[in-house]
């Protein structure tokens, strides 16, 4: 059986310890072990990089836990605004959406733009529009918000002192065929102005995989990691300077650290097999699994075994 694996990210932030509270925190992990295992037994039964990362994310999507699909923030007029995409490294085919509302799975609708679009990327009501025509899943909007993001939505608008939360879910993985795919959604940054689009549908910025180098999923600040094209930028020091996905993380990390200075998590996974989830925050939700080993999933970022 040829190597596989799976990593995952359930978005990477600078926080004060005490504002995530035990039962947050079960709650994170119980999730991360489900799009883990959701992910990982595609490419066990030698299904497609491409099928278990958008299987993936759809548990992170459906996780009222996490920032995105149900459970995203809500930007500064109190509603949801959700933005993805997915790329696969077999082919560079990609697809992404920003700024939709209604649709219950981004991800699958960045799959479905990928697929059965001439387009690869289409944004707000254009995307609606679209999914609508696809018979995507679509849910009213009280099932995206929860008591917790209403909440911290009213403690921006009052401007009541709060970080505003900005995480992502993402995957990357690779398949026993050799092929490499990411995939990556978000409901953006609390409090962010209607129509602010951050880097995870942006194909290099937070998003991007090639067979020949790696795929890479990012999370934190989207202007950032956008200004950095750093998606992109570990693609190229992988390809280029011949770095593994873990070495080619960590000096992503470092770029321009001056112009970039901002929360930074990026997963990533080259075509050798290499895994890598690296950040410069003290949480970053993530996981792996590579072949039959045992599954890995933490919050802090001091915890053991990356
Ligand atoms: N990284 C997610 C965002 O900035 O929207």
């Known amino acids: 059986m040829k190597k596989y694996a799976i990593v995952i990210h359930g978005g990477a932030v600078t926080m004060d310890p005490s504002e995530l509270s035990p039962e947050t925190e079960a709650a994170q992990r119980e999730g991360l072990q489900q799009a883990l295992q959701a ?24 996780d009222e836990h996490f920032n995105a699909g149900r459970g995203s923030s809500l930007n500064l007029q109190g509603e949801v605004q959700m933005d993805a995409s997915i790329m696969d490294g077999s082919n560079l085919k990609a697809g992404a959406v920003d700024t939709v509302r209604y649709v219950k799975n981004p991800i699958s609708l960045a799959r479905t733009i990928m697929e059965k679009c001439p387009h690869v990327y289409l944004s707000a009501d254009g995307a609606l529009e679209f999914a609508l025509q696809h018979g995507l899943e679509i849910e009213a909007v009280h099932y995206f918000e929860t008591e917790k993001t209403r909440q911290e939505w009213l403690e921006i608008v009052q401007e009541q002192e709060k970080v505003p939360q900005k995480d992502t879910v993402g995957a990357v993985a690779l398949d026993q065929d050799g092929n490499l795919a990411a995939a990556t959604s978000t409901g953006g940054i609390e409090g962010q102005l209607k129509g602010r689009v951050g880097d995870s549908p942006v194909l290099g910025g937070g998003t991007y995989a090639a067979n020949e180098s790696c795929a890479v999923s990012c999370t934190g600040d989207g202007e950032v990691i956008m200004r950095g094209a750093l998606a992109h930028e570990i693609y190229a020091l992988v390809k280029y300077k011949g770095l593994s996905a873990p070495e080619a993380c960590r000096e992503a990390l470092e770029l321009r650290a001056e112009d970039l200075k901002g929360d930074k998590g990026f997963i990533a996974i080259d075509k050798d097999g290499n895994v890598a989830l690296e950040t410069n925050c003290n949480v970053m939700r993530r996981g792996y699994r590579i072949g039959e080993e045992e599954p890995f999933v933490a919050i802090w970022t001091d915890e053991a075994a990356d």
């Open 39 to 62: 992910g990982w037994e595609i490419l066990h039964q030698g299904g497609s990089a491409l099928d278990a990362v958008e299987a993936a994310v759809r548990v992170l999507e459906d």
